[in-house]
């Protein structure tokens, strides 16, 4: 090996949690399952899913029993765009289905994302920004204010779309991605601000997706992370923690189950862990071990 090489990666900091409870605890329902399968991570491949083939996905996860299916990146790709209207103008969406569109925190993003589900029964908005330390020096050169400033204004273009769509019923996802290459507080703080905004209470909570965009750490660190964000997060009953982990380490079906033990509540994933880089949690896996827990879906 290039003794360079060894110099190039550092350990990750642990999580500071001495009365961490979710060692003790066990998984007792399953957690509320969206598939990202036909999200935009699809769009990376050399030979992406067609109009045909993402249909052909469609029908089969609506069969197979999920209840939330994050259909696209309707902003992304014109494929995504014409997908999405085809499902709500040859109404393909049954009654029982909620679609999930993503959206980066970008006006002309978000309101492309909005002409893509008029007319839509049902729909969670689900916006995001990078937040994590590398990207906010290389990618964004922003700092922690200016990075804040763009999830609110973001948040702010969400709420003032939806009032023009008074047709649809909207519920709210904000995911600060990269979640574990963030600072625990900061993630905090900028979940906290986008709250404020989309202002979420009991009957219409908001869903907050801490994700592992990168798995950097072994799956205790990230039942460490959501535990702490668990606790620390106001209004815990007017939000819904949700879980998307990658797979860079091999780990992410062991990290949502320790990540569930810690408090999550909600599981984003696709089909046999295919998709977006290095894949994301295998959901046949995980529903597989709550199966044979005695676990049945809700």
Same mark, same amino acid.
């Given at each position: ?19 961490? *409870? ?21 769009? &990376? ?43 709500? %103008? ?14 980066? &925190?970008? %006006? ?30 290389? +990618? ?46 900061? &993630?905090? %703080? ?26 950097? *750490? ?20 007017? +939000? ?12 992410? +079906? ?15 994933? *696709? ?9 994301? +949690? ?17």
């Amino acid at each position: 090996m290039n003794p360079e090489a060894v110099k190039k990666y550092s350990p990750q900091p642990l999580v500071s949690l001495p009365g961490r *409870t979710w060692p003790e605890k066990t998984i007792e329902k399953p957690p509320t399952w969206c598939s990202v399968d036909l999200r935009d991570g699809n769009q &990376a491949l050399i030979h992406p899913m067609s109009h045909e083939k993402k249909m052909e996905m469609f029908r089969l996860l609506v069969e197979i029993g999920f209840k939330e299916i994050e259909v696209g990146f309707p902003a992304a790709s014109e494929v995504e765009y014409h997908f999405i209207r085809t499902l709500i %103008e040859d109404n393909l969406i049954p009654e029982d289905v909620v679609i999930q569109v993503l959206t980066q &925190a970008k %006006e002309s993003q978000i309101k492309k994302t909005f002409e893509s589900i008029r007319g839509a029964r049902e729909v969670i908005m689900h916006l995001y920004n990078s937040t994590s330390t590398l990207q906010r020096r290389i +990618v964004f050169n922003m700092n922690r204010k200016e990075i804040i400033d763009l999830a609110i204004k973001g948040a702010e273009t969400v709420k003032n779309e939806a009032s023009a769509y008074p047709e649809t019923k909207f519920r709210y996802e904000y995911s600060p991605e990269s979640f574990t290459g963030t600072e625990l507080d900061f &993630a905090l %703080e900028i979940c906290e601000a986008v709250k404020d905004v989309l202002q979420p209470d009991p009957q219409n909570k908001m869903i907050i997706n801490l994700p592992a965009t990168v798995e950097m *750490t072994s799956p205790n660190v990230y039942a460490d992370q959501i535990e702490w964000f668990c606790n620390t997060v106001s209004d815990r009953d007017s +939000v819904i923690i949700s879980l998307h982990a990658h797979n860079d380490r091999g780990c992410a +079906v062991a990290a949502t189950e320790l990540a569930m033990m810690a408090g999550g509540e909600r599981v984003e994933g *696709t089909l046999f862990g295919n998709g977006e880089r290095t894949g994301n +949690v295998d959901i046949i896996t995980l529903a597989l071990n709550m199966f044979i827990r005695g676990l049945i879906r809700n």
